[in-house]
């Protein structure tokens, strides 16, 4: 079946912008989680959401970062005010419930601050 | 995607081989071991997972041997293959769904 799709796979914006990023996880898992990766450097973990309600947002880094998933399915990262250091690659997966680390990833968007 | 782990640990092994990438973690209160493999351009892929009650498990061509004493995990590849080359990247969890991952190792195959 399908996995974890994201989008889009690359994004190149200017700072201060603002950015949507896309997430539609696997049909049916209800937790879905948001990662950051900085080149050379594992994944960060950002958010984690157990259907609609975000149960742990401890890894965003500041204010400018937000997610929502409305209907507990496709999940959208939102970044304000973009800064060059926001650049990296981010990652969602989702997972079954109480599946802990059996998460499946998708493939990632790129994102490019200038 | 973008390529990842440009200045990693690597590992260097012969095809047919078996390999052993070893990790350190760093909170004595985590309770479940994760290991992935992330290929260029993808996001990491689950291969095994270890608790904490556990010193060693076995997947296929897969083992992972976790010493609580010293906090230090490894994954052990058996008869290394091609496919197998990518970043490897060890991962704690303390007992919610918030992983944290450890800087990743790098595995080069020589045919």
């Known amino acids: 079946g399908a996995g974890v799709s994201q989008t889009p796979s690359n994004k190149v914006t200017e700072k201060g912008k603002y950015v949507e990023l896309r997430c539609d996880p696997i049909?049916?898992?209800?937790?879905l989680y948001w990662y950051r990766q900085s080149l050379g450097q594992g994944p960060e973990f950002l958010i984690y959401?157990?259907?609609?309600?975000?149960?742990?947002d401890s890894g965003l880094p500041n204010d400018r970062f937000f997610a929502v998933r409305p209907e507990g399915s496709v999940s959208t990262l939102k970044i304000q005010r973009t800064e060059r250091g926001d650049s990296a690659v981010y990652l969602c997966?989702?997972?079954?419930?109480?599946?802990?680390?059996?998460?499946?990833f998708g493939p990632g968007t790129r994102l490019t601050v200038l | 995607g973008e390529s990842v782990g440009l200045h990693l640990p690597t590992l260097s092994v012969q095809e047919g081989d078996n390999s052993i990438i070893n990790c350190a973690y760093s909170?004595?209160?985590?309770?479940?071991f994760i290991w992935y493999k992330q290929e260029s351009g993808k996001g990491p892929q689950f291969i095994i997972d270890?608790?904490?009650?556990?010193d060693k498990r076995q997947g296929q061509r897969v083992t992972v041997l976790l010493n609580k004493t010293v906090k230090h995990l490894s994954l052990q590849i058996a008869a290394t293959q091609p496919g197998d080359s990518a970043v490897y990247f060890c991962?704690?969890?303390?007992?919610?769904?918030?992983?944290?991952f450890g800087a990743g190792t790098r595995l080069f195959v020589k045919a």
């Open positions: 997966a989702s997972s079954l419930n109480e599946a802990r680390g059996r998460v499946f």
């Open positions: 049909s049916g898992h209800t937790a």
């Open positions: 959401f157990q259907g609609t309600g975000a149960a742990d």
């Open positions: 909170n004595s209160a985590s309770d479940y």
């Open positions: 270890i608790r904490s009650n556990m």
């Open positions: 991962a704690e969890n303390t007992g919610g769904f918030k992983t944290i």
